[in-house]
């Protein structure tokens, strides 16, 4: 079943700060965040596991709360390089696919 | 390191033709996994293939066939193509089977007119 991501879409000047929100109606074992830049291939930011800590990369963060089968990604001080479309894949095993969600447009401006 | 490729990049077919589409993982990468993009409706799942089995399939027709080669090199058909089927199709590889980051390509945009 495909997460949910929140917002749809969100605009930012540089400097600010922005959640964006992953919820899936069933029990998780990881989630994955990516990033994709117009007409580029998505890219790996970071993968969260079941019973893991919260991960940080540069300025971006992640949580998973396991119990309510949610996940968070937490855009610290905004660069304009942050804009793209950042999408959370979750795996309900470690057998299942990975399903993506339908992705959260991200733009920064100056 | 060479990155995923997917080939062709572009192609427009008519509705009813077939297409074949082709990627080459990352070298020492054994799975290779096939999405679906188009607007509003994210990245869909459409197989997941590991040592030339799949794995995994997603909710597509049988129209959508895929397989995997003992080099690992990737190549999805679909057949009796409908307007529908215009999107792009994103090959990603990774090191072993579920749960690991994806490589994506940069994929293959198909136009059916």
């Known amino acids: 079943q495909q997460p949910v991501q929140s917002p749809q879409a969100v605009i930012l000047r540089e400097g600010e700060d922005a959640v964006i929100n992953c919820s899936s109606s069933?029990?998780?074992?990881?989630v994955h965040w990516y990033r994709q830049k117009h007409g580029e291939a998505p890219v790996f930011l970071m993968i969260?596991?079941?019973?893991?800590e919260q991960k940080g990369h540069e300025k971006i963060s992640a949580s998973f709360n396991e119990k309510k089968q949610q996940s968070s990604l937490y855009l610290t001080a905004s660069q304009l390089s942050y804009s793209g479309t950042y999408f959370c894949?979750?795996?309900?095993?470690?057998?299942?696919?990975?399903?993506f969600g339908k992705g959260t447009r991200l733009s920064v401006i100056a | 390191k060479a990155g995923v490729t997917q080939t062709p990049r572009y192609l427009i077919k008519t509705r009813g033709q077939q297409v074949t589409l082709s990627c080459s993982p990352i070298?020492?990468?054994?799975?290779v996994s096939w999405y679906q993009q188009t607007p509003g409706q994210g990245l869909q799942f459409l197989f997941e293939?590991?040592?030339?089995?799949?794995?995994n399939k997603g909710n597509f027709p049988g129209r959508f066939s895929g397989r995997q080669f003992s080099n690992s090199r990737s190549e999805m058909n679909v057949s009796t193509l409908e307007l529908g089927d215009s999107a792009l199709y994103l090959c990603?590889?990774?090191?072993?089977?579920?749960?690991?980051?994806?490589?994506f390509g940069e994929g293959s945009r198909l136009t059916v007119l």
């Open positions: 969260l596991l079941k019973g893991g």
């Open positions: 293939y590991f040592s030339e089995t799949q794995r």
């Open positions: 990603a590889s990774s090191l072993m089977a579920a749960t690991g980051e994806l490589f």
């Open positions: 894949g979750t795996e309900s095993s470690g057998n299942t696919p990975l399903v």
């Open positions: 069933k029990a998780l074992y990881s």
């Open positions: 070298s020492g990468h054994r799975s």
